[in-house]
């Protein structure tokens, strides 16, 4: 089946010389984080998850693209979960996946009301809906052999969850560009790790996806994750390029330089210092400061 096309294909002068960069720079992107992380393997089926969204519809069609040139060979599937939201247009991705050639699958739950039956009205569903969002893919790319999930999510999702778990969670944690799933069974990939949402906002639009809004549930906006986006917003408009600093110190982390007992041992430096190990019968347990 031949590609859907796109408005981008239309495109002539300066404005087809600008669209070639920003895809260029996306697909180049996509590569790096891919080679980085070793995200795909050679025999891979990947199971791309797609929401309707901006983000999932780049990351959907840049792996479609990259399947032609790539180093090693790997399927492509796309997935998506009808949570069966009042409104949500459930034609519109499978006639852009029929469109597009590209093997899909519908899963079609009904988590709509099981979130709205058990959080009390006017609290934010978000955390719910992505707890049960995860559990119904992860059983679904188990049951269909899928041996990578790869998700949307791009730099400033990252950042932005960064800074969530910095200011509100007291940890130093973001969303890793790989993850192997707490039951050890699945490995998630984000190939968008290293993209700019800003790159993939002009890219949707270019290339005319039939992007579905997120605000179908009538959920309310994640007020905090809101105004990190904000936040991180008017740093990179009045200090261009501290995004991607931050981004960079992410990947260059000094645990002897934190404070985290688990992650270096503060403990054994005396020892480390002396290049010996303890004396025997020394104690090393630290003593409990706190009683004195």
Aim: glycine content about 8%; hydrophobic content about 40%; overall charge neutral.
């Amino acid at each position: 089946m031949q590609a859907a096309r796109n408005p981008a294909d239309a495109l002539t002068g300066k404005r087809r010389y600008e669209f070639n960069k920003l895809q260029k720079r996306l697909r180049r992107q996509v590569g790096q984080a891919i080679a980085d992380y070793a995200m795909i393997q050679d025999g891979d089926k990947v199971m791309v998850c797609v929401s309707g969204g901006k983000d999932s519809f780049t990351l959907l069609e840049i792996l479609l693209n990259l399947q032609h040139t790539a180093p090693v060979s790997f399927e492509v599937h796309a997935v998506n979960l009808d949570q069966k939201q009042p409104g949500f247009p459930a034609d519109v991705l499978p006639d852009y996946f029929e469109r597009r050639g590209v093997p899909y699958h519908i899963i079609e739950r009904d988590t709509y009301s099981v979130v709205k039956e058990i959080v009390p009205e006017g609290k934010t569903t978000c955390g719910l809906c992505s707890r049960l969002r995860r559990g119904i893919l992860y059983g679904f790319a188990e049951a269909h052999g899928f041996t990578k999930i790869a998700l949307g999510h791009h730099r400033d999702d990252i950042l932005e969850t960064f800074f969530l778990n910095l200011f509100y969670g007291g940890r130093l944690k973001a969303m890793p560009p790989k993850l192997l799933s707490d039951d050890k069974k699945h490995i998630v990939i984000r190939p968008l790790a290293y993209c700019r949402e800003s790159d993939i906002a002009a890219y949707a639009e270019a290339m005319g996806f039939p992007v579905i809004p997120c605000n179908l549930c009538g959920s309310q906006d994640h007020l905090q994750r809101q105004a990190m986006k904000a936040m991180l917003q008017a740093w990179e408009q009045r200090h261009p390029g501290r995004l991607e600093t931050i981004f960079r110190a992410l990947q260059h982390v000094s645990p002897s330089q934190l404070a985290d007992r688990a992650l270096f041992d503060f403990v054994g430096l005396e020892q480390r210092r002396l290049g010996a190990a303890a004396p025997a019968g020394a104690d090393d347990a630290p003593l409990d400061w706190a009683e004195f």
